[in-house]
């Protein structure tokens, strides 16, 4: 795979990556704010309800979260190229050393020819 034909597969990616996003960040955004300002208005009339609804908020809106990350890294992967060795996909995280070494990140196999 040439340079040219790498990046197009990375902006293909993106631009899915980029409409996950929106479709599914949209309601992680909204669930996590209502939650907080619940949290502030139930703060201000009682302190013991606060604690009760914050105990089990929190770690609901952390887990909506990661879940949101962890779909858009999947989204991203799907459309992302491959490696001709492992057939592994080249993730989020890992596509910038991809176009600098060229090489796959799991097998270091020739990825992007020189």
Not at 22 to 41: H, I, K, Q, Y
Not at 63 to 90: G, N
């Amino acid at each position: 795979m040439t340079r040219r034909e790498y990046f197009t597969q990375i902006l293909g990616a993106h631009t899915a990556m980029r409409k996950a996003a929106l479709m599914a960040g949209l309601p992680v955004a909204v669930l996590s704010t209502g939650a907080t300002v619940w949290m502030f208005l139930l703060a201000k009339s009682d302190s013991s309800k606060f604690a009760q609804f914050a105990a089990f908020a929190l770690p609901v809106c952390v887990a909506a979260i990661v879940a949101l990350f962890l779909y858009i890294d999947r989204v991203f992967s799907r459309s992302s190229p491959v490696c001709p060795s492992c057939s592994r996909h080249v993730r989020v995280l890992q596509r910038r050393r991809v176009w600098r070494s060229g090489k796959c990140v799991y097998c270091n196999c020739q990825i992007i020819e020189q």
